[in-house]
Nanobody, 127 residues
């Protein structure tokens, strides 16, 4: 079983940067797909960015060009570099993983497609 633990959240001013980390432990698989989601109060959980086992990446339109996802397989850590933060980025950020096999390298964008979740880390951006 894979466990995910996020860190790196905090309170920052608009225009600032933050880097989130997600450490994976337990039995992983080379076909694992990992992603970041976020959820603001009263809103549904939404896709932010994801990286496939193939190295392909996907981003939500709202963060493309500002956020960068990357992975260090050596230390089994997923990162989310967030730049030019705005108050609209305020949310709890969750790391998620799915082991779907090698049939498709596409990064799923729906939370229902991921079955492994971290506990979340809060990001608050003040104006």
């Amino acid at each position: 079983q894979v466990q995910l633990v996020e860190s790196g959240g905090g309170l920052v001013q608009a225009g600032s940067s933050l880097r989130l980390s997600c450490v994976a432990s337990g039995r992983t698989h080379s076909s694992i797909i990992m992603a970041w989601f976020r959820q603001a109060p009263g809103k549904e959980r939404e896709f932010v960015a994801g990286e496939s086992w193939s190295g392909g990446r996907a981003y939500a339109d709202s963060v493309r060009g500002r956020f960068t996802i990357s992975r260090d397989n050596g230390i089994r850590t997923l990162y989310l570099e967030m730049n030019s933060l705005t108050p609209e980025d305020t949310a709890t950020y969750f790391c998620a993983a799915a082991i779907l096999g090698y049939g498709s390298a596409a990064v799923p964008r729906f939370a229902k497609d991921y079955d492994i979740w971290g506990q979340g880390t809060q990001v608050t951006v003040s104006s």
